[in-house]
């Protein structure tokens, strides 16, 4: 029987990474698709340890880039799951640019990524509903219902 987890039981709280000169792009500011990656795999953690399958990561919606980051600071990612339905899981994904000097930062990026478990035949397999303890985790479960509506009415056809 598929057990109810709370977020906290599979949140990554903070996944550091220095920014070096060769993570930049030609405006000298971080390449996108670092920070993209970094995003995939710590929302993959939490699905991994919420569902406790392997997983693929099935979407990606509202990856904005609201500042860039630049070498020398610490790029700090914090992912948790919002909901979960039969096999599948929304993780949201935020990072921030800390100056590690003074400890001033500021938000880089939001993303929400949906991922699909698998069983040993990489067949979707059911995982765990979420149970939203704070208040904060019971509006991001709420709210994860229309994503998902709204992501899978814009999924493209086979
Ligand atoms: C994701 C994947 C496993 C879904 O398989 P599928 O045969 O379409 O399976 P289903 O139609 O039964 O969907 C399984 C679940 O995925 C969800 N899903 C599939 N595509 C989705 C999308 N674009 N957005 C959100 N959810 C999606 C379905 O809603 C369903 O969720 P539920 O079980 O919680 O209701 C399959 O499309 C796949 O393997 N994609 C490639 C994944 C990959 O390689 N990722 C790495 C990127 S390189």
Not at 15 to 36: A, C, H, I, Q, R
Not at 76 to 91: D, L, Y
């Amino acid at each position: 029987m598929t057990k109810r987890k709370a977020p906290a039981e599979s949140s990554v709280e903070e996944n550091v990474y220095k920014v070096f000169p060769n993570d930049l792009n030609s405006e000298y500011t971080v390449f996108g698709g670092l920070v993209m990656g970094l995003c995939d795999r710590t929302a993959l953690i939490v699905a991994e340890r919420h569902s406790g399958h392997t997983c693929v990561t099935a979407a990606v919606d509202s990856l904005n880039f609201l500042s860039p980051a630049r070498a020398g600071e610490t790029l700090i990612v914090k992912a948790a799951v919002n909901r979960s339905w039969r096999s599948s899981m929304e993780i949201g994904v935020h990072v921030a640019a800390e100056n590690s000097h003074s400890g001033e930062s500021r938000h880089v990026v939001s993303a929400y990524l949906t991922f699909v478990a698998l069983d040993e035949r990489g067949k979707p397999t059911s995982v765990p509903e979420v149970m939203p303890r704070s208040k904060t985790e019971k509006r991001r479960f709420e709210e994860a219902q229309s994503r998902r509506d709204q992501r899978l009415a814009n999924r493209s056809p086979g």
